[in-house]
């Protein structure tokens, strides 16, 4: 293993640190995508209970009362959502945690509930590549 530290010359050492450069220039654009609008939409037995715009400084709780008697506390603090508590046995939906990115849901099945997370795209946003 000494012997393979000792062929490790100062020149492998740029390559290396070029190489990392090369990567974090390819990845930079995908972390500094303009997000579009984001909503959040809570659905009960697939009909739309409430649609709201999600932006920063947007604080607030409610409570959606389901059919069968149960009920879930939705929260949102800005452009992130989450389901804070919930009176179904298992408790996934509220072990789903934040969700914070378009296309992210969930569901609470006894309650019959799904919170998910839409958006539109920002302007010049690419939707897919075929070559």
């Known amino acids: 293993m000494k012997d393979r530290l000792r062929t490790f010359r100062p020149g492998d050492f740029a390559v290396c640190v070029l190489v990392l450069l090369?990567?974090?220039a390819v990845a930079a654009p995908f972390f500094f995508v303009p997000q579009g609008?984001?909503?959040l939409e809570v659905r009960q037995d697939q009909q739309l209970v409430r649609r709201v715009r999600l932006a920063d400084g947007v604080q607030e709780t409610f409570t959606?009362?389901?059919r069968a008697g149960g009920h879930n506390t939705?929260?949102?603090d800005g452009r992130r959502v989450r389901i804070r508590e919930a009176d179904c046995h298992d408790q996934v939906c509220v072990r789903t945690g934040w969700l914070t990115r378009a296309?992210?849901?969930?569901v609470c099945l006894p309650n019959r509930l799904v919170v998910k997370l839409t958006g539109q795209k920002a302007s010049g946003d690419v939707d897919a590549i075929v070559r």
């Open 74 to 76: 939705i929260e949102i």
């Open 64 to 66: 959606v009362e389901g």
């Open 37 to 39: 609008a984001l909503y």
């Open 22 to 24: 090369l990567a974090a």
């Open 103 to 106: 296309g992210q849901s969930a």
